[in-house]
Structure formats: structure tokens, C-alpha cells
């Protein structure tokens, strides 16, 4: 079967919830407005940590041990709403993928701590199984602890059971509550920040941590279109590659991450000059935003640069949840054709040359096609390609 030939997949419905709101539609607006959610944590302060400032979801309330599965439920909730899925009571069957790095962080705190904790029921796979539960999807689950870019595997992990017909229709995306178990490994790593995260910014000192959810409905075209539901965007191509040059550095050089591009580009049967715009990494770190410059000049190299813009100084990183609301942000950008600012960002670095958004921009061409970059520990590079929907 030729590319252009395959079962084309849709999005039909998105929810999220991060530190900028409760709601997708929150979320965006504060984004586009470039807020931040940085703040310093009283409670993190008492405890002794020496990071204090993140990004986290204030006044959520759900068990901590549960914390996760509480953001999956509500970011669901709201994707399941505007899909209109399940379209009824035998309309079930759906595959649900989701991403995350930890799992349910404080129930291993607490369980260090000695509380009585069936550790069992809080990994990854725990976050499918609560979904399942709160929407009575009987399919198959499938969890993906691939850290930083566990949100984009999801994603074309559900585009492809799609594609080969494995699923009716898929309830995917990534979550993560806030942890202190990796406020403390970033600390201890050096890789904070020491004031807020500044992406691709000659001042940039690190990151910041974050938490949230967001899911996403997937379905085939065809199907989509024949229940009257609405596509938001089209799902093109997950390219993915594996560097593994160090536990947690980057190649310096971005050649992995060049290679995720280029494979997201060439499943997707498009070219570097088709790219209006690259949601980044952009974590903040000295060496990720400079080995991602680097594979963003190796992939564009002969065509102009699309437009840049990265969401972690506004939401911080929230992990194995981030590459999921960077989609869904992608895809409100396609549907409102505007590229959100770069919170944080104002000077390039000389080194790396490249300017993100300072400002909303609304381009003089339209926007098409996005890629979602999303890199992780170990050299898992992935790099998901986003269509805006545009009926024939």
C-alpha cells in the first residue's frame, strides 16, 4: 500500500488539564497570552527541598496515590465529550494508549515512607486500567513508559492499531502528576532552573517540573465522517529513532533527533519545505536545546526554517504528559491559525542562532502542518506530524 493510499486517522475529540487550567480552552488562552505558571511552593519549601519552583495544578482534588488517574479521568472526560464516543452502550471496544514516565509518583513515595501500598496497581498500566474502568472501554490497553515522549508514543501507537485495523476507534495521550522523586533527580542532576525555564534562550539555566494530562479520540477517517463527527486534525506520522548516546545527555551533534524528524516527514509522504511549524522540545537545558537547534538545521537545511515556538516555559515540563498537551496545543494553533509565543523566550542563544515566538504570530500562509517534537532520557527521540483538517 502506497503512503497516500493508507487508512487516513483523526482526531475527533481533545481534553487536558494542566497549570494553566482545567480546561483545554484555558490552557490555550493562557499560552497564547504567554503566562506562566512558575510559582514557589510553600509546602515543597517546608519539606526541605532544594528546588522549590515548578508548575503544578492547584485546587485538583484527588487522592495523591490516585493523583494520575484523576488527570487521566478528567482530560478523557472532556476528549469523550466533544468526540461523542462512546456513540452508545455497545460502542465500547475502544483501544486506549497511554503515556506516561513514573507512574503514580507519591504512592512510591508513600510506600517508601512504609504505608501499606500495593505498588502493583500504580505503574504506568494502572492509567489505562482506570480508564477503562471510568468509561466501561472493554478494548485492548497498552501503556508506554517512554518518559519525555511517552505522550507522542501514544499517540502514533493508536494512529497505527488504527491503521491496521486493530481498534474500532482509540482513546489515547499521556499523564503525570507532579513528583517529587524526579523534583529531586533533576535537582540533584543539576538540571533545574534557577529562576523560570527559558527555551532555546541565551539565558537558559533549565527546567522546570510540571504535571497534567491530556487525551485525545482517534478515529479512521471514514468512520469519523460516517457518524457525522467533526475531525480537528489529522494524524500523519510518528517518526522515532533511539541515539542512545548517554543515560540522560543528548547527542550533541541532534543527529537522532534529525533522524525522528526525517522519519516523521517521510511517513508522512511530505517534505521539510511542507513544515509551517515546529512545536519544540525545548526544555530549557543548555544541551537539549542546543543538540535540537542542531538537528533542526540539519533537517531544514535547504529550505527556510518553519516557525518555532515551545510551551515548557509556560507549563514547565510535565513529562511523560508533555508531548500530549504540546499536541493538543498544536492542534488549537492549526484550528485558530496562529503559532502561540515562546513563554520565556527572548534572546536567541547565539550558539544555537534560532528565534522562537516572542508574540503570537499568525502567519501570511496558511498553517498545515505542524511537528511535535518530543525527546527523552536515554536518546528516545520522537517526532509527531499534525494536519490541519481541511474537507475536500
Sequence with gaps: ?????????????????????????????????????????????????????????????????????????????????????????????AGIFVGSTLGESAAFEQAAAG???????HRVPSFGDGLAQAFGLTGPREALATACA??????????????????????????EPFSRLSMVGFSRSR????????????????MLLGEGAAMFVLERLEDALARGAQPLAEVLGLGLSCDAYHPTA??????????AMQAALNGSAVGAGDVDWVNLHGSGTRASDAAEAMALRRVFEGTSMPLLSGSKGALGHALGAASAIEAALCICGLQQQVVPPTAGHDTADPE???????????????????INNAFAFGGLNSA???RRWEAA
Design 352 to 370: 544555537g542562532g534560532l528565534a522562537c515566538t516572542r508574540a503570537a504570530v499568525q502567519p501570511s500562509r496558511p498553517l498545515r502542518l505542524v
Design 115 to 121: 504505608a501499606p501500598i500495593d505498588l502493583s496497581d
Design 384 to 386: 509527531l506530524a499534525l
Design 250 to 259: 543528548p547527542r550533541p551533534d541532534g543527529q537522532g533527533m534529525a533522524r
Design 191 to 206: 538540571a533545574m532552573a534557577d529562576g523560570d525555564c527559558k527555551p532555546f534562550d541565551a539565558r537558559r539555566s533549565g
Design 1 to 93: 500500500m502506497r503512503k497516500d493510499e493508507r487508512q487516513r486517522v483523526v482526531v475527533t475529540g481533545m481534553g487536558a488539564i494542566t497549570p494553566l487550567g482545567d480546561a483545554l480552552e484555558a490552557t490555550w488562552q493562557g499560552v497564547l497570552r504567554g503566562e506562566c505558571a512558575a510559582r514557589d511552593w510553600a509546602d515543597l519549601a517546608a519539606e526541605g527541598h532544594r528546588a522549590v519552583r515548578a508548575c503544578r495544578i492547584d485546587g485538583f482534588a484527588s487522592p495523591d496515590a490516585r493523583r494520575g488517574r484523576g488527570l487521566a479521568v478528567a482530560a478523557a472526560r472532556a476528549a469523550l465529550h466533544q468526540a461523542g464516543r462512546p456513540a452508545t452502550p455497545q460502542d465500547t471496544a
Design 150 to 175: 511517552a505522550g507522542n508514543y501514544a499517540i502514533g501507537a493508536a494512529a497505527l492499531a488504527l491503521r491496521q485495523g486493530r481498534v474500532p476507534w482509540a482513546l489515547a495521550g499521556g499523564v
